[in-house]
């Protein structure tokens, strides 16, 4: 069964925090995604990756960075979070030509 | 992104056919797709579309796309408590690129 694996369901932070959120996929995809999800805005894509190394900027990835240093693996930084932060963040993996997205069950961010 | 617009709510009786509407604004897009949040979960997709199709069926589901007008809309024939979900409109130029989604409709179903 393919699967993406959020590290953690609930998190609560400080404002100035430095925040790491994980990703894991098992399907050897290539392209990996976050994105934020907020009531009345839908989804908003942070960044994306095509392949190990890789990056590219979402359509709101001021306060964010990411690192793929394995193909399974996809993180989201915050590196001082402040309180517009607070989420729901939504990782997905998928197969290079293909726009069926695998997501996880999402990181519910709360910034104090 | 460019912009793509659903409205937000939709309710329906429990064994009627639910409508979901979405419009798009980038005439370039290539593939439309419909994705399903359950409470707490993440999205799955659920079906569908190349642009130079203008229907699409899959069991209860039947996709329509009018590309002259940017237009889709998802069909859920004979529809169950089950159904009640939110349900993501998305649109990419380009298989395997970053999706564009809509806001998402909440259906709910009741009995």
């Known amino acids: 069964d393919v699967k993406v694996t959020q590290s953690s369901r609930y998190l609560v932070k400080r404002t100035g925090e430095k925040v790491f959120l994980e990703c894991v996929q098992d399907?050897?995809?290539?392209?990996m995604f976050w994105y934020r999800q907020d009531p009345g805005l839908g989804l908003r894509l942070i960044y994306f990756s095509y392949d190990v190394k890789m990056k590219e900027k979402g359509d709101i990835p001021e306060g964010y960075s990411v690192s793929r240093e394995k193909k399974e693996r996809f993180s989201l930084i915050l590196e001082s979070a402040s309180t517009n932060q607070t989420s729901m963040y939504l990782c997905a993996s998928s197969p290079q030509y293909t726009g069926e997205l695998f997501f996880g069950e999402g990181s519910r961010l709360t910034v104090l | 992104g460019e912009d793509v617009e659903q409205s937000l709510f939709l309710s329906v009786r429990e064994g009627d056919s639910s409508v979901i509407n979405c419009t798009y604004t980038?005439?370039?897009?290539?593939?439309l797709y419909w994705y399903k949040q359950e409470p707490g979960a993440g999205l799955q997709l659920l079906t569908y579309i190349f642009s130079n199709m203008d229907m699409k069926q899959d069991q209860r589901l039947t996709v329509l796309l009018n590309k002259k007008d940017k237009h889709l809309s998802l069909r859920i024939a004979d529809t169950q408590t089950g159904d009640s979900a939110i349900y993501f409109c998305a649109e990419s130029k380009y298989s395997g690129y970053a999706l564009n989604f809509g806001k998402g409709t909440s259906l709910l179903v009741t009995p």
């Open positions: 980038d005439s370039s897009s290539t593939y």
């Open positions: 399907m050897d995809h290539e392209n």
